[in-house]
């Protein structure tokens, strides 16, 4: 199983990236896939969630900004980030897990736990 994040960048803040995490080993739309980001010196914060049905939850800081999707085709997980601003800069990393109900309350208690795979991360920079 092989998780594998890319499209980060350097932007302006305002500025929209979409970063994808394309998933090798299994089908990922039968999983809990998730999005998460750590700053440096800063706790790892999850982002979004997608579950098999294509519900998405975020947390509120990304709400309305962000877009979780998934290409089921090509087995890949999308975060689309528009209206960037500078605190969204982070490391940002893909998982995924069999944890019912996915949604991003439940999954950031324990996502170590309910999240058995995850992507080496890609780097996204905001420059304001």
């Known amino acids: 199983v092989q998780l594998v994040e890319c499209g980060g960048g350097s932007v302006q803040a305002g500025g929209s990236l979409t970063l994808s995490c394309v998933v090798a080993g299994y089908t990922a739309t039968r999983h809990c896939m998730a999005w998460f980001r750590q700053a440096p010196g800063q706790e790892r914060e999850e982002v979004a969630t997608?579950?098999?049905?294509?519900?998405?939850t975020y947390i509120e800081s990304v709400k309305g900004r962000f877009t979780v999707s998934r290409d089921n085709a090509k087995n890949t997980l999308y975060l689309e980030m528009n209206s960037l601003k500078p605190e969204d800069g982070a490391m940002y990393y893909c998982?995924?897990?069999?944890?019912?109900?996915?949604?991003?309350?439940?999954?950031?208690?324990?996502?170590?736990?309910?999240?058995?795979?995850w992507g080496k991360g890609t780097q996204v920079t905001i420059s304001s």
């Open positions: 997608i579950d098999s049905d294509d519900v998405a």
């Open positions: 998982a995924s897990g069999s944890v019912s109900p996915c949604d991003v309350l439940v999954v950031a208690a324990h996502p170590d736990q309910v999240l058995q795979d």
